[in-house]
């Protein structure tokens, strides 16, 4: 089965700083990629997805993610964080068995020093 | 629209009751899914559906039951609630390969 692995649990930046998260995935073939953010005591929101196309996918708020098919990963990006970007990341994955099932990473909190 | 809507926001059952976790949508997407979120692990897929009338397991679905009559609802039946079932549940609908989700059902099970 799919699984995802996000190895930064919690990463502390200061304002201004560049973020990368990572992301990897088990299985390759087709994948359909995403990253979910959710704010304090907020519901999950989606960041950007990938289903095909061009590798470099920008989404809201100034966040990228680049898929490397090569490497199995999905890492995001952000040149310069903002305070209000403190919040829990999360990437999912299509399981290849069924692209109904959807699959999360264990996530990565993020939090940003004034 | 209100999106997806879940009931009861907060539940505290003890030990061997049983209950229902209610989730609605308004925006006519034919999947919907239930996931747990317990710290440290993410969120792991319980059960989902395609359609009305189909459900399938996830990838912890012991314990939890689903059915799914009409397009507009999901609801999530515990059984016999167990300590290992305190959580927060999250009901989500998809389109286009996007999940949307409700604000969550907080579960504490004495």
């Known amino acids: 089965a799919q699984s995802v692995s996000q190895h930064n649990h919690h990463v502390i930046l200061s304002e201004a700083a560049s973020l990368e998260l990572g992301c990897n995935y088990s299985y390759g073939g087709t994948v359909n990629l995403f990253w979910y953010v959710q704010y304090p005591g907020q519901h999950l929101q989606l960041l950007l997805k990938?289903?095909?196309?061009?590798?470099l996918v920008k989404g809201i708020k100034g966040f990228e993610a680049e898929f490397i098919k090569s490497k199995f990963s999905f890492n995001l990006r952000k040149p310069s964080v903002q305070w209000s970007d403190t919040a829990e990341y999360f990437c999912a994955v299509n399981d290849p068995s069924s692209a109904s099932k959807i699959i999360f990473g264990s996530g990565t909190r993020l939090s940003i020093r004034p | 629209n209100a999106g997806v809507t879940q009931t009861p926001k907060f539940q505290v059952l003890k030990t061997g009751q049983s209950m229902t976790l209610q989730c609605a949508q308004d925006m006519n997407h034919e999947y919907m899914s239930w996931y747990r979120q317990d710290p440290g692990m993410g969120l792991r897929l319980i059960h989902y559906?395609?359609?009305?009338?189909?459900?399938d397991q996830g990838e912890v679905p012991n314990g939890y039951n689903v059915s799914r009559s009409t397009t507009e609802d999901f609801p999530l039946r515990l059984l016999s609630a167990a300590p290992s079932q305190t959580s927060v549940y999250f009901c989500?609908?998809?389109?286009?390969?996007?999940?949307?989700f409700g604000e969550g059902s907080r579960l504490t099970v004495l």
């Open positions: 990938y289903f095909s196309g061009d590798p």
């Open positions: 989500a609908s998809r389109r286009s390969g996007e999940l949307f």
């Open positions: 559906s395609v359609g009305a009338g189909i459900t």
